[in-house]
């Protein structure tokens, strides 16, 4: 192997996905993922079954990890974890066996932000050559987080909208619950989406100042709209899932883009880009392309194993935190809140 290659270990574990990744240069070698189905029968993820899971899984994974990507762990120049935003316990896995690592091997390692991961995905070399150019804003939405995050350079990023209360990954989710939907839910409803009529029902839309954003009105227009509806008749999801999937989509989406397509225009920035699980939503993703094609916007859509948690861009975020020396030491700990 070529020493002037950087090669980079990279660990994502902020929530219920274990992940490594191993990144040569801008070039994934590998990029594993175990999952945790456990949580689907309790509706949700339960933040002490993940951090045991976690523990199950980091060994395992690092080692299929580097298996996969034809190198030996003596080829690693340096380690990238994410310290934070997440759930604490399955964090401390994460920063707990880097901190380890680094100490073994005797390499540096970077925290990375698990949401400035997200936006860097883009950067990933995945044979599209197609890359966001500085500065340019991400709409970065899953879960737990909606952000309008101005890029001004790789580590150099500022939130300037984010959501209230719930996130629109929640409210894709709990609204798939209200429909009787397993979790996660929201890919369910995009699927069924598909089929429905985004016009047939409308939900209420949220009047918040600037570029933040707000979710739990709409849940609850949600909630008692289907009730309503269930005392006239019992069987009105079942009849009508298809239209409510889409309208729920609709409306959730016609939200996010709003807030962009004011952001766009008040910055005079074309180049947009989205980021994050809910990335990966086919009806967000067409509704985006669409906006680009009628407001001239340079669009950048990552490919769909880096929309969710993934190691591969905490590697490729600490690739440009190693080339700036940007290292943690021994006593960096896990956090659950971190500020972009």
């Known amino acids: 192997m070529n020493k002037k290659d950087t090669i980079i270990l990279g660990i994502e574990s902020?929530?219920?996905?274990?992940?490594?990744?191993?990144?040569?240069?801008?070039?994934?070698?590998?990029?594993?993922?175990?999952?945790?189905?456990?949580?689907?029968?309790?509706?949700?993820?339960?933040?002490?079954?993940?951090?045991?899971?976690?523990?199950?899984?980091?060994?395992?994974?690092?080692?299929?990890?580097?298996?996969?990507?034809?190198?030996?762990?003596e080829d690693i120049d340096a380690i990238a974890f994410t310290k934070g935003p997440g759930l604490l316990g399955s964090l401390v896995v994460g920063t707990s066996f880097s901190k380890a690592f680094s100490l073994a091997m005797n390499i540096p390692m970077m925290d990375v932000n698990h949401m400035h991961g997200h936006v860097l995905a883009h950067f990933i070399d995945d044979g599209d050559k197609n890359k966001p150019s500085f500065p340019f804003l991400c709409l970065t939405v899953s879960g737990g987080h909606t952000q309008i995050v101005l890029v001004k350079d790789y580590l150099g990023m500022q939130v300037i909208g984010s959501t209230i209360d719930d996130a629109a990954g929640e409210a894709f989710d709990?609204?798939?619950?209200?429909?009787?939907?397993?979790?996660?839910?929201?890919?369910?409803?995009?699927r069924h989406a598909r089929n429905g009529n985004p016009k047939r029902f409308e939900f209420s839309k949220p009047q918040i100042k600037e570029y933040d954003y707000s979710f739990s009105g709409l849940k609850t227009s949600i909630l008692y709209f289907l009730q309503k509806q269930e005392k006239e008749n019992p069987?009105?999801?079942?009849?009508?899932?298809?239209?409510?999937?889409?309208?729920?989509?609709?409306?959730?989406?016609?939200?996010?883009?709003?807030?962009?397509?004011?952001?766009?225009k008040e910055l005079n920035i074309k180049e947009i880009a989205i980021a994050g699980g809910v990335?990966?939503?086919?009806?967000?993703?067409?509704?985006?392309?669409?906006t680009a094609n009628e407001?001239?916007?340079?669009?950048?859509?990552?490919?769909?194993?880096y929309?969710?948690?993934?190691?591969?861009?905490?590697?490729?975020?600490?690739?440009?935190?190693?080339?700036?020396?940007?290292?943690?030491?021994?006593?960096?700990?896990?956090?659950?809140?971190?500020?972009?």
Request: charged share 25%; glycine share 6%; net charge positive.
């Open 14 to 73: 902020s929530c219920d996905d274990t992940s490594a990744a191993v990144l040569k240069n801008t070039a994934i070698l590998s990029n594993i993922i175990a999952g945790q189905k456990i949580h689907e029968e309790y509706g949700g993820v339960v933040p002490e079954l993940a951090s045991r899971a976690h523990q199950q899984n980091i060994i395992p994974v690092v080692e299929s990890a580097i298996k996969k990507a034809g190198i030996r762990k």
């Open 279 to 290: 990335s990966a939503n086919s009806g967000l993703r067409k509704a985006i392309e669409a």
């Open 235 to 264: 069987d009105f999801i079942r009849e009508n899932l298809d239209d409510l999937c889409a309208s729920i989509q609709h409306t959730i989406i016609e939200i996010l883009l709003k807030k962009l397509k004011k952001a766009a």
């Open 174 to 190: 709990k609204s798939a619950k209200l429909l009787g939907f397993p979790y996660p839910g929201g890919p369910l409803i995009d």
């Open 295 to 305: 407001l001239k916007w340079n669009t950048y859509i990552p490919k769909f194993e």
């Open 307 to 340: 929309c969710t948690d993934n190691a591969a861009m905490i590697a490729i975020t600490g690739k440009y935190m190693y080339e700036k020396g940007l290292f943690a030491d021994q006593s960096i700990a896990a956090k659950a809140r971190v500020e972009m």
